[in-house]
């Protein structure tokens, strides 16, 4: 039977607790990565490139046109380096850039974006990436600087993947870039349920991590438009066919030795704490705000865990 937490009632101690489930902060913005440090947080489980691309105000590929490639990589390199400081030696998993075309569409050079139906359904993601290898390897171009300068806690995460094509192709277009997948780390998100289905295939790959993305995974999982208000009465990531979706893919990946997290908003969710650390997911990543409750969450369960198998 479900019993209610007890409510943490110990003075906060600026030392977090120690826990097996490591606790990790999202980050938007580059800006925000001191307080996300701040949080005792073990690392960046998602640090989105999208908002370093999007204050341009322009389209990659408009950017490239006026200011050339090299302040283009610059750019991400500035970025994403300021957040692998503020964490180092901590991970910071830097997911390659992700923006559906109708984002892309209200910048400038815009017009050139295709005009689609279905954004959600379309043109973003690796889909991009993979279609215009020539600007994703401007994208793997400033990784591949960082690792040069040392960041060695950076890694790479690929989103909207659906199968082990996706992932072969990817790891190719990052050798080509000079970065050596067998020395870093590298992963995909689970934001399709093909991908949750295909996790082992990705695994043979060379995966080391899969990061469930569950604002998307639950988006296509119940055919739920994440920004649809009338539909947001639908949209739970706490739905049963989601959680199967996500305890299988924890399972598998033990299996292949590859480790599991969440990234999307659920991760701060105590309910889904609760699931996640039960199944014997590797790290919870949420948002700076949430992030000492969950370093709390996750310490009773893991108590609560202990003391089961002891009983
Ligand atoms: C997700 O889909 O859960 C996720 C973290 O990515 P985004 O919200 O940027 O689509
Ligand atoms: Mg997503």
Redesign the pocket.
Known sequence: EETEPVEDVRPQSPVKPMTATEVKV?VSIPEAAERAAATGADGVG?L?T?HMILSLNRTPAKFIADEGVDAYVEELVDGIRGVADEFYPRPVRV?TL?APTDEFRQLEGGEEEPDEHNPMLGYRGIRRSLDRPDVFAHELEAFRRLYDLGYDNVEIML?LVNDAEDVYRSKRLMEEAGIDTEKRTWGV?I?TPASALGVEEMADAGIDFAS??????T?YTLAVDRNNEHVADRFDELHPAVLRLIGDVIERCREHDVDTSI????GSKPEMVRFLVNEGVSSISANIDAVRDVQHEVKRVEQKLLLDSVR
Not at 212 to 217: I, Q, S, V
Not at 263 to 266: E, F, I, L, V
């Open positions: 999202n998602l989105r999208e997911r992700d989103p998100m934001e469930f993305g569950t604002n998307d995974l988006q990234c999307g908003q659920a």
